[in-house]
């Protein structure tokens, strides 16, 4: 039997807590149902005896204090909500714990954004980390020495996993279930509680949000530029002969204030710009594509693909009105 610690962290949201809690607890009913013992001694685990959450809306009676737990197997770490930094602050009480846990061979469960927590105890440094799409600029500029992946919804490395996405977390219990357990038991939990064991990617969810917080005025301008004209036909040498600016130099910078090459950041613009009108649903795919520049229908089909893991018929087909 693996002990589980769930810790109803500062600012963390109820149902991450709760769901964790129902879904590890309905894992042990299969097993009873199976005729073997059940796999997993679930323990809400805090600071103090009562904890509060969502200012004092709610509040959770824990079954035990860190201070009475000298080992455990599995540390679930919930859904933070609010201001990250202070969140930060207020849950350090927890990091002498969980890091001395973790080296006693303690297994972390992160869902979603509390990866922030997670990040600032320095566990994560120089590993992967799945971080929800609208927070990772925020993420990568606080944990720089984290490596954010963003073309798989969890991360699984040395004994930490992570999720990106809000109920994503239940994917990564699934995962969790057939990693300790076996496939037919992850399988039994996505039927029960009608979870979507074969989403993979956060790619489909994604709305492109470009980094803007690097202080140069000239990629500013080129970013406005092309955020503004996602119809235009224009190519990167024109882009950088309309700022005055040599293109490798030029390259280079934008690379390095935004993440992305200036290619990639008219790509992801114009396939922006498509979704949207696609969700619309009143134009044909092959119109959509023309306005965005495109006269290569079968180009932008790929390029479209690789950005979302959708084809632009199957995007309209999940989110059109």
């Known amino acids: 039997m693996k002990h589980v610690s769930i810790l109803p962290l500062f600012d963390a949201t109820l149902t991450s807590i709760d769901s964790s809690h129902q879904l590890l607890s309905r894992v042990n009913d299969f097993m009873r ?12 685990v805090g600071l103090t005896k009562n904890t509060k959450l969502s200012n004092g809306l709610y509040t959770i009676n824990t079954d ?30 927890y990091t002498d714990w ?21 990040a600032s105890t320095g566990l994560l440094d120089n590993r992967k980390c799945a ?56 399988i039994l939990a996505s039927k029960m509680f009608e979870i979507d064991i074969g989403r993979k990617s956060q790619n489909p969810y994604m709305i492109f949000i470009g980094q803007k917080k690097h202080g140069d005025e000239l990629v500013l301008k080129a970013q406005e530029f092309i955020e503004n004209n996602p119809t235009e036909n224009y190519t990167v040498d024109k882009i950088s002969e309309n700022l005055n600016v040599g293109r490798r130099t030029f390259e280079r910078r934008f690379k390095k204030c935004t993440g992305n090459s200036i290619l990639e950041y008219i790509q992801r613009v114009k396939v922006e710009f498509a979704k949207k009108h696609l969700e619309a649903g009143r134009k044909t795919v092959n119109e959509i594509i023309y306005e965005t520049g495109y006269n290569d229908i079968d180009a932008f089909r790929k390029v479209f693909k690789k950005i979302t893991d959708l084809s632009p018929v199957d995007y309209r087909k999940k989110y059109s009105n």
């Not at 035990?64 to 849950?91: M, S, W, Y």
């Not at 919804?153 to 076996?182: A, Q």
């Open 33 to 44: 149902y199976q005729g073997k013992s059940p796999f997993y001694d679930i323990e809400v």
């Open 64 to 93: 035990k204090t860190i201070n009475q737990i000298e080992r455990t197997d599995v540390i679930v770490l919930p859904l933070l909500c609010g201001d990250f930094k202070k969140a930060i602050h207020e849950n350090k009480k």
């Open 98 to 118: 969980l890091t001395a846990q973790y080296h006693k061979g303690a297994e972390i469960v992160c869902l979603c954004v509390g990866s922030f927590y997670l």
């Open 131 to 186: 971080v929800h799409w609208a927070a990772q600029i925020e993420f990568k500029e606080m944990f720089p020495n984290v490596k954010v992946i963003d073309d798989s919804i969890i991360t699984d490395e040395k004994g930490i996993y992570t999720c990106g996405g809000g109920y994503s977390y239940l994917n990564l219990l699934l995962y969790i279930f057939e990693k300790h357990l076996d496939r037919g038991i992850s």
